[in-house]
């Protein structure tokens, strides 16, 4: 048997074809309808948690499906393959919550709630971004002041955060990940520390669902406000001061999956191409004998296998919460993101005025591919960082 980078194991492959007949069954079905409503299905994402891929690369003690990063590229790449915004809010939960609280949290945090998060009880969301702060992260200005008796009082406001609101109500996230300054250091550098905000803690609030978004519109992303908003000294995650190492680290979790993403929006877009190329005729041929469509369907094919190989060859040495890979979850996401608007754009084109409908559903993904060469950081965020890094790393380019 050849060896195949995206299902190393045989494990890795049933999960693969667990994931896709899920899929089939369940998430098809209503992904155009949750797009056209800007509508998440909350009940679906909780229906996850049955299958163990809520808290996919979470501890198995506490309800975890103690998985690796394949395993999790595995499932982002077959839910987006069919609705990528479901596949966003799905890794808002599973990977920038749940795995962030499973390798950063303390016992008394992870036995607390890791079982609840990966049931589908709760819902999380992670809330780095601000609307005056995204790429320059120490330029966030949400603050956190400790009390006498240890607890602690949260000040501003966070923008675009996947999962912050879970309904058109306004109902907040049960549990978010916050990021907040808690000082300077001796060189003047801001310090950033992290708390467990929960649904109910006063001064906790939705400031708006963001709605009109060009893609992604089945996954809530909202503003969520933090006024006067009183957190208990246990819910610090780590030390105080001491984020920035576990920020980074799930960040190259985040920029795989993200790449991932970007990978089943390209197949499918693949998929649908190659199809109707087939299908169509014009001039009494199948649009598949021309060579200006065959330069669309070759071009999106050798691209789409080299995302495929960079990504899971990626996966397969990230070793979940070491940092020290950016290099990589960065080149990965540049890559993909790109090559995944490019293929979805490719597929419309081939597809001529059939491809620009709904029904179609490459209009859908030509949309929500645009999101990831912005979300989890934008290509012009991972061009610095690799470039930064070959510095230090030149050695990288000749292994
Ligand atoms: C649908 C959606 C969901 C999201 N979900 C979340 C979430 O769950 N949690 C969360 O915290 N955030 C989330 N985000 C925010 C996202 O991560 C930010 O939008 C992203 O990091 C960019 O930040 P910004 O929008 O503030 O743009 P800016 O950082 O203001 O960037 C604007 C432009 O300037 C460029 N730029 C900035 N700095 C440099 C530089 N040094 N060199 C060159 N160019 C530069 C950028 O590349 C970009 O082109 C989400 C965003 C969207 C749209």
New binding site residues.
């Given amino acids: 048997m050849t060896h195949d980078l995206a299902n190393p194991t045989e494990a890795h492959a049933m999960l693969r074809e667990m994931v896709r007949a899920w899929v089939e069954e369940h998430l098809e079905p209503q992904a155009l309808e949750h797009d056209r409503a800007e509508r998440f299905n909350l009940d679906l994402m909780r229906s996850l948690g049955d299958l163990g891929l809520l808290g996919i690369t979470a501890d198995e003690d506490h309800g975890g499906a103690g998985l690796d990063a394949v395993a999790a590229c595995i499932v982002h790449e077959e839910l987006s393959a069919s609705d990528p915004g479901f596949a966003?809010a799905y890794l808002?939960h599973s990977m920038?919550f749940v795995n962030n609280l499973s390798v950063n949290g303390n016992e008394a945090q992870r036995e607390r709630i890791l079982p609840k998060v990966c049931s589908g009880e709760w819902i999380g969301?992670?809330?780095?971004?601000e609307p005056d702060?995204?790429?320059?992260v120490l330029g966030l200005g949400t603050t956190a002041v400790q009390n006498d008796d240890g607890s602690w009082v949260l000040n501003g406001r966070?923008?675009?955060?996947?999962?912050?609101t879970l309904d058109e109500d306004g109902t907040p996230a049960d549990v978010v990940w916050v990021y907040a300054r808690t000082g300077t250091d001796d060189r003047g550098r801001v310090q950033l520390s992290t708390f467990l905000v929960e649904a109910g803690m006063p001064g906790y609030s939705v400031g708006q669902k963001i709605m009109d978004?060009t893609g992604?519109r089945a996954?809530n992303?909202a503003e969520l406000v933090f006024e006067d908003c009183l957190v208990p000294a246990e819910n610090l995650v780590g030390d105080v001061c001491g984020s920035l190492v576990h920020m980074m680290g799930n960040l190259e979790l985040e920029r795989l999956t993200l790449a991932a993403m970007s990978l089943g929006i390209a197949r499918r877009a693949l998929v649908e191409m190659n199809r109707y190329a087939g299908e169509r005729e014009a001039f009494g041929r199948p649009i598949r004998d021309f060579g200006q469509i065959q330069r669309h369907v070759g071009e999106s094919w050798a691209k789409y296998r080299a995302m495929r190989a960079y990504i899971y060859d990626t996966a397969a040495s990230l070793a979940i919460g070491d940092a020290g890979q950016r290099l990589d979850s960065d080149g990965v996401k540049l890559f993909a993101s790109t090559a995944a608007k490019e293929i979805a754009d490719a597929a419309m084109q081939v597809m001529g005025g059939y491809g620009y409908v709904g029904e179609y559903v490459v209009e859908r993904l030509w949309r929500d591919a645009k999101?990831l060469e912005?979300?989890?950081?934008?290509?012009?965020?991972h061009q610095?960082n690799i470039t930064r890094d070959l510095i230090a790393m030149a050695d990288a380019i000749r292994r």
Avoid: F, H, P
């Fill in positions: 966003l808002a920038l969301a992670m809330a780095m971004s702060a995204g790429t320059d966070k923008m675009w955060i996947t999962n912050g978004k992604m996954s992303t999101l912005i979300g989890g950081g934008t290509v012009e965020s610095k």
